[in-house]
C-alpha cells in the first residue's frame, strides 16, 4: 500500500511541485461557478455589496453600533465592516466546504497519481479570487470617500498568512472527516454562523464588558481582522510579536491537518 509523507517539509513540496494543477483547478472553479448565469462573475462583486449595504444598515442605523474613533459616518462603519467580512467569508468559505472536497471529487480518489492533498488549497485559491474582487470594492468606496488608504494596506497579504495556514489545515482535517462522518458538514455550518457573531466584525473588542475581552482573543479570527483593520483603516502597523506567534502557532495546526490527512486518506477508497 502506497505511504504517503506527513513531514512539514512535504506539505510546503507538494504546494511548490503542484502549483500549476492548483493554478488550472482555481480557474476553473472560479470560470464554473457562475457558468449558465446572466451576470456570470459580476456576483462576485454584487455579492459583497449587497450584504455589506444589509448589515450596514442594521448594526449602524437600527443597532446604532460605533467604532472606537467615536466617528458618527456610517460610510466609515461601512468600510470598518466591510474588512471583518472580508477576512471572516475567507476563512468561512474554505471552512464551509472542507467536509465535501473529497467527497465531490470521487473521481480523483480513485486515481493514484492525482495529489488529493491539494484539494484545500484549491479551495483556498478560489476564496482568495472572491476576497480580492471585494477589497478592489473596498478599495474604490475607500478611495471616492476618503482618498488615498494608508501605505500599510501594502501589510495586508502578510497578515492574511496566518490565516491562510489555520484555514487550510483546519481544511485538511475536515476534508478528511467529513469522508468518514457525514454529520461534520452540518456541524460546521452551525460553527461558522456561530463564529461569525463571536468575532469582532460588527463591533470592536472594546464594546464587551473587560471579563468577556480575553474569550473574544481566544477566537483565531479576532487577530487577523483587528491587524487587517489596523493595516487598511487605521494606518497602524502589525504588532510583529504576536504576528509572529500567531504564525507559527497556524504553520503547526496547517501541519497536524496535513499529517491527519496524509495518515487517512488511505481509507478514503474503501469507504467511498
Not at 41 to 46: A, D, I, M, Y
Not at 65 to 70: D, L, T, V
Not at 130 to 157: A, D, E, R
Request: positive net charge; glycine residues 6%; hydrophobic residues 55%.
Amino acid at each position: 500500500m502506497q505511504q504517503f509523507s506527513i513531514s512539514p517539509r512535504e506539505m510546503i513540496l507538494s504546494l511548490w511541485r503542484n502549483r500549476g494543477l492548483i493554478n488550472t483547478l482555481v480557474k476553473r472553479e472560479v470560470a464554473g461557478r457562475y457558468r449558465g448565469s446572466m451576470m456570470g462573475s459580476l456576483w462576485s462583486f454584487f455579492n459583497p455589496v449587497f450584504m455589506l449595504a444589509v448589515y450596514t444598515f442594521v448594526f449602524s442605523v437600527v443597532f446604532k453600533a460605533r467604532w472606537n474613533s467615536g466617528s458618527d459616518s456610517k460610510a466609515e462603519f461601512a468600510l470598518v465592516l466591510f474588512v471583518g467580512l472580508m477576512v471572516f467569508n475567507l476563512f468561512a468559505e474554505c471552512v464551509n466546504r472542507a467536509p465535501g472536497l473529497v467527497l465531490s471529487n470521487v473521481n480523483y480518489v480513485k486515481k493514484v497519481v492525482f495529489p488529493l492533498e491539494i484539494l484545500p488549497w484549491v479551495a483556498m485559491g478560489s476564496a482568495l479570487f472572491h476576497m480580492s474582487i471585494s477589497l478592489g470594492v473596498w478599495f474604490i468606496f475607500y478611495v471616492l470617500l476618503f482618498g488615498i488608504p494608508p501605505v500599510t494596506i501594502l501589510l495586508f497579504p502578510l497578515v492574511l498568512l496566518p490565516l491562510i495556514m489555520l484555514t487550510v489545515g483546519l481544511s485538511w482535517l475536515l476534508a478528511s472527516l467529513g469522508v468518514y462522518v457525514r454529520d461534520v458538514a452540518q456541524l460546521i455550518g452551525i460553527f461558522t454562523n456561530t463564529l461569525m457573531f463571536l468575532s469582532p466584525i460588527f463591533y470592536p473588542t472594546s464594546a464587551l464588558p473587560a471579563e468577556y475581552q480575553p474569550l473574544l482573543l481566544l477566537n483565531p479570527i479576532t487577530p487577523v481582522v483587528e491587524q487587517a483593520r489596523d493595516v487598511l483603516i487605521w494606518g497602524k502597523a502589525s504588532e510583529w510579536t504576536l504576528f509572529v506567534i500567531y504564525l507559527i502557532f497556524t504553520t503547526f495546526v496547517a501541519w497536524l491537518g496535513f499529517a491527519w490527512f496524509q495518515k487517512t486518506r488511505k481509507g478514503f477508497a474503501d469507504v467511498l
